[in-house]
């Protein structure tokens, strides 16, 4: 009982984080955007750099958000047959979805962090820093769906007024 208050506190831990950040990259999405538009047709001035950071803020904020939607169960799903089923027959294949849904995100994350170890050796053409820095959210990503499959598991979905 105990691990699965501290589970279920750990969880809402990081999805309010991960809100925090979803919030904070899509408000410098839209200054950046906007900002570039801007300089570019009012002042025709190009931003350089700007479509790249937009490019790598729309990655995380996608990656992030994916994690969100895990705890919120907010992926798709077809649950037309299984809203039928009874009781055990019908945890038998929410516990398998979930299962895969595990055996699919350890293969994301371990995919993920080979590709964020290769951003090792790479730069981005106009920002002018290491790949690692966008393709580090695939694995990071990939440990919140973890975190929160298990959380789904052990413990059950959360409250769906949010975290």
Same mark, same amino acid.
């Not at 699965?4 to 200054?31: F, M, N, P, T």
């Not at 750099?49 to 969100?68: C, D, K, N, Q, R």
């Not at 009874?86 to 293969?107: A, D, Q, S, Y």
């Given at each position: 009982?105990?691990?699965?208050? #501290?589970?279920?506190?750990? @969880?809402?831990?990081?999805? /309010?984080?991960?809100?925090? @950040? +979803?919030?904070?990259?899509?408000?410098?999405?839209?200054?950046?955007? =906007?900002?570039?538009?801007?300089?570019?047709? #009012? =002042?025709? #001035?190009?931003?350089?750099? %700007?479509?790249?950071?937009?490019?790598? *803020?729309? +990655?995380?904020?996608?990656?992030?958000?994916?994690?969100?939607?895990?705890?919120?169960?907010?992926?798709?799903?077809?649950?037309?047959?299984?809203?039928?089923?009874?009781?055990?027959? /019908?945890?038998? +294949?929410?516990?398998?979805?979930?299962?895969?849904? $595990?055996?699919?995100?350890?293969?994301?994350? &371990?995919?993920? =962090?080979? !590709?964020?170890?290769? %951003? !090792? *050796?790479?730069?981005?053409? %106009?920002? /002018?820093?290491?790949? +690692? &820095?966008?393709? *580090?959210? #695939?694995?990071?990503? *990939?440990?919140?769906?973890?975190?929160? !499959?298990?959380?789904?598991?052990?413990? $059950?979905?959360?409250?769906?007024? %949010?975290?």
């Amino acid at each position: 009982m105990r691990a699965a208050k #501290i589970l279920r506190g750990v @969880a809402d831990v990081l999805e /309010r984080a991960e809100h925090l @950040a +979803i919030r904070v990259l899509s408000l410098g999405l839209i200054v950046v955007v =906007f900002g570039g538009v801007l300089l570019r047709y #009012i =002042f025709r #001035i190009p931003l350089v750099w %700007g479509e790249e950071l937009a490019m790598f *803020a729309f +990655i995380w904020l996608a990656f992030l958000s994916a994690g969100v939607a895990v705890r919120r169960q907010g992926h798709f799903r077809m649950s037309a047959l299984i809203e039928y089923l009874p009781g055990r027959p /019908r945890m038998f +294949i929410e516990v398998g979805t979930v299962l895969l849904m $595990g055996v699919l995100t350890l293969v994301l994350g &371990w995919q993920g =962090f080979s !590709l964020a170890a290769s %951003g !090792l *050796a790479e730069q981005s053409p %106009g920002l /002018r820093v290491s790949m +690692i &820095w966008v393709y *580090a959210v #695939i694995p990071v990503s *990939a440990l919140s769906m973890l975190v929160f !499959l298990f959380e789904t598991l052990l413990v $059950g979905s959360p409250p769906k007024d %949010g975290a």
